[in-house]
């Protein structure tokens, strides 16, 4: 997975599906887990992940609890209407900030 540092507080993610996206995953959260390392906030782009399965949610929302509780936030950007109906039949659209491309995405994280 190219993770970009964007700037010293952003990080922006590209996402492929299975099995790249648990591998990517996973390096994602072990560089959110470094220790003495400042939390940034994340773009997790996501234009080319065309399925998700339980395994996928439960590594997003555990990524996402661990920004939440080191004072970052997330933005899942690109959706495709497939991923999008998955994240209405779940209720996840609720829990998640959405943007339509990474430029808003980064745009939104500066504004705040």
């Given at each position: 997975m190219?993770?970009?540092?964007?700037?010293d507080?952003?990080?922006i993610a590209?996402?492929?599906?299975e099995?790249?996206?648990?591998?990517?995953?996973?390096?994602l959260m072990?560089?959110?887990?470094?220790?003495?390392a400042?939390?940034?906030?994340?773009?997790?782009?996501?234009?080319?992940?065309?399925?998700?399965?339980?395994?996928?949610?439960?590594?997003?929302?555990?990524?996402?609890?661990?920004l939440?509780?080191?004072g970052?936030?997330?933005?899942?950007?690109?959706?495709?209407?497939?991923?999008?109906?998955?994240m209405?039949?779940?209720g996840l659209?609720?829990?998640?900030?959405?943007?339509?491309?990474?430029?808003?995405?980064?745009a939104?994280?500066?504004?705040?």
């Amino acid at each position: 997975m190219p993770i970009n540092e964007w700037s010293d507080t952003i990080l922006i993610a590209i996402l492929h599906d299975e099995p790249a996206f648990s591998e990517d995953m996973e390096t994602l959260m072990g560089r959110l887990e470094e220790p003495d390392a400042s939390l940034p906030h994340v773009v997790l782009n996501i234009e080319n992940v065309t399925y998700m399965n339980s395994s996928n949610i439960a590594q997003l929302l555990k990524v996402r609890k661990r920004l939440i509780d080191g004072g970052s936030r997330l933005r899942l950007c690109a959706i495709n209407d497939q991923i999008w109906g998955i994240m209405l039949a779940t209720g996840l659209d609720s829990v998640f900030d959405f943007t339509e491309d990474v430029s808003t995405a980064i745009a939104s994280l500066q504004i705040q």
